[in-house]
């Protein structure tokens, strides 16, 4: 890395210090190392609490790495587990006492419903001298799959598509998802009770709330029948979503079908939930990271929502706005992350960073010293390989010279090829971790 006394020197660095910036974030929302941290006194719980078997269940694109940690310092009172994480993501598993499922995210498939009787089966040794421990992060939701009976696989399918191609937000998507599965809002403490449980969970949603993560399993659900139905009701879908679906919330909604349970049911007297890692601290990694490479910084949100476009559009007047204002007190850094959404109208491949990150290069077009790194954490950013991509003032100009025309590319939802073409994606591979996305802005 360039720099000279901490400070960074030269323009032509910007794009790899953002880059390291997100690695550095990255790094502080390692699987492995938040398990790790929690290992002792789960430990402590299985010997002082008198168990004589411990449970492991995993659901998540972290799975995985969550998993290898907790049966390397903890194999010796593994007694059965399994988990389930997204296609890629569980390569190199190394794992004896934890079997490991790939499936499908963020539309649920077949391997995903197999995957998820096998850890219903695991679920059904619990007793009340069981523990169980359950990894959960980020996609945990698509990938723990378990429709109520009268709703095929197919149909789940159908109703996920359609909420997320409808620009749906995740509590909107998960309190739908909740409402027709066996696992979800609650559930799975219900399948484990009377057993205890520890839930060490990687939160990858916006204020870390504990039933919205993977669909809160192990958590109260607050959300209802009625929710669930107004959700599909709000996005116009009630007349194109499977009827089986459709009928299946209403009769919920008439309280003809039990509900998710509450705050105070009895499922939850011996469930523990413990957030292990956040957007959050990783946003105060990237901070403490830009702060020692010699820039300004400061994080300006973790809870980027709403249309990836808008936001991108959002950010980049912040970066304008502070480009204009500066004196020459060096680089500034600004720092955000959460999650936002992209209704696609176009017939295009790409993914919200992409989507957000041309929005921003094309409202900074021909802007000298503004750069933006937006990524998502877990290496994904939609049906793609890359993890988002890297853009300046530059890009737009670049492009143009190269035959692109970036008003089509965002109309048709093809922010990928895009930047395929333009030569700005940030390509990671699986990362392991899974908290949100992160935006990475350096204003010189």
Request: include cysteine; aromatic fraction near 4%.
């Amino acid at each position: 890395m360039p720099a000279t006394d901490g400070i960074v020197s030269g323009m032509e660095c910007t794009e790899t210090i953002v880059r390291q910036i997100f690695a550095a974030a990255l790094e502080a929302a390692d699987p492995a190392r938040a398990v790790g941290n929690h290992l002792n006194s789960l430990r402590a719980r299985y010997r002082n609490g008198g168990f004589s078997r411990l449970l492991v269940i995993g659901f998540g694109k972290a799975s995985v790495s969550m998993a290898q940690a907790l049966e390397h310092s903890a194999g010796d009172i593994i007694t059965d587990g399994a988990v389930i994480t997204k296609y890629g993501h569980g390569i190199g598993s190394k794992l004896k006492r934890i079997r490991v499922f790939e499936a499908g995210h963020p539309v649920p498939d077949e391997n995903g419903l197999n995957a998820g009787e096998e850890l219903l089966r695991v679920a059904g040794k619990a007793d009340a001298e069981t523990l169980a421990a359950v990894l959960i992060s980020g996609g945990g939701s698509a990938l723990f799959v378990s429709p109520c009976p009268g709703i095929s696989l197919e149909e789940k399918q159908q109703t996920t598509d359609l909420l997320l191609k409808a620009g749906a937000k995740i509590h909107e998507l998960n309190t739908v998802r909740k409402h027709i599965s066996r696992v979800k809002g609650g559930r799975l403490s219900g399948l484990l009770h009377p057993a205890a449980s520890v839930s060490l969970i990687l939160s990858d949603v916006i204020g870390d709330s504990l039933d919205v993560i993977a669909s809160g399993p192990t958590a109260p659900d607050p959300s209802t029948f009625a929710a669930a139905l107004a959700v599909v009701q709000n996005y116009g879908l009630r007349r194109i979503a499977p009827q089986a679906v459709v009928d299946h919330l209403a009769r919920g909604a008439e309280g003809l079908l039990p509900e998710t349970p509450k705050v105070g049911d009895p499922v939850f007297s011996k469930v523990t939930n413990r957030i292990i890692g956040s957007n959050r601290m990783a946003l105060d990694a990237a901070r403490s990271s830009a702060e020692a490479l010699g820039l300004r910084a400061g994080i300006l949100s973790a809870e980027l929502s709403g249309e990836a476009s808008e936001a991108g559009k959002i950010l980049a007047r912040k970066a304008l706005e502070v480009k204009r204002g500066k004196r020459d007190e060096g680089p500034v850094c600004l720092i955000s992350g959460g999650e936002t959404t992209v209704t696609v109208t176009g017939p295009g491949t790409g993914g919200r960073n992409m989507e957000l990150a041309l929005a921003f290069a094309m409202e900074t077009e021909g802007i000298s010293g503004i750069t933006l790194l937006s990524a998502g954490t877990d290496g994904t950013d939609g049906p793609t390989d890359a993890a988002g991509a890297v853009v300046d003032g530059m890009t737009v100009a670049r492009a143009r010279s190269r035959g692109l025309d970036p008003v089509k590319y965002l109309h048709d939802n093809d922010s990928y090829n895009f930047f395929r073409k333009a030569g700005a994606l940030v390509v990671t591979g699986p990362t392991g971790t899974n908290v949100m996305d992160i935006q990475i802005m350096v204003i010189e």
